[in-house]
């Protein structure tokens, strides 16, 4: 079985990780993070997202990190097909950007040997 592959791209202060080539963003959620690795911080909110919303058919999860004063300001969310309860899904998204230990994690986790990419 092949690993799953995931698509960066990088524009400035502005780096995407998505499961499609264009990532697509019907439902989102938003937080601020302390500067560290975006592609570090990108790849764990990713993780944390998609197991709290595995069971959510057609969903591909994206997560967008832009550095801005000192601070990265994070987009996390996705495309989905077909219909969903969009607030619900949100919220769950918000719960997941919001919960202390996973937000801890991730600052260790961008910082660990920190290359910024």
């Given at each position: 079985?092949?690993?799953?592959?995931?698509?960066?791209?990088?524009?400035?202060?502005?780096?995407?990780?998505?499961?499609?080539?264009s990532?697509?963003?019907?439902?989102?959620?938003?937080?601020?993070?302390?500067?560290?690795?975006?592609?570090?911080?990108?790849?764990?909110?990713?993780?944390?997202?998609?197991?709290?919303?595995?069971?959510?058919?057609?969903?591909?999860?994206?997560?967008?990190?832009?550095?801005?004063?000192?601070?990265?300001?994070?987009?996390?969310?996705?495309?989905?097909?077909?219909?969903?309860?969009?607030?619900?899904?949100?919220?769950?998204?918000q719960?997941?950007?919001?919960?202390?230990?996973?937000?801890?994690?991730?600052?260790?986790?961008?910082?660990?040997?920190?290359?910024?990419?």
């Open positions: 079985m092949s690993k799953a592959r995931w698509h960066i791209a990088r524009d400035g202060d502005t780096l995407t990780l998505s499961r499609m080539a990532a697509r963003f019907d439902v989102s959620a938003r937080t601020v993070l302390p500067d560290g690795g975006r592609l570090a911080v990108a790849h764990q909110v990713r993780q944390d997202m998609w197991r709290a919303l595995q069971g959510l058919r057609g969903f591909a999860p994206a997560v967008e990190v832009r550095r801005e004063g000192g601070a990265l300001h994070v987009r996390a969310g996705g495309q989905v097909a077909g219909a969903v309860a969009k607030t619900q899904v949100e919220d769950t998204i719960g997941v950007l919001d919960c202390p230990k996973r937000r801890a994690r991730w600052v260790r986790h961008a910082n660990r040997g920190r290359v910024d990419t």
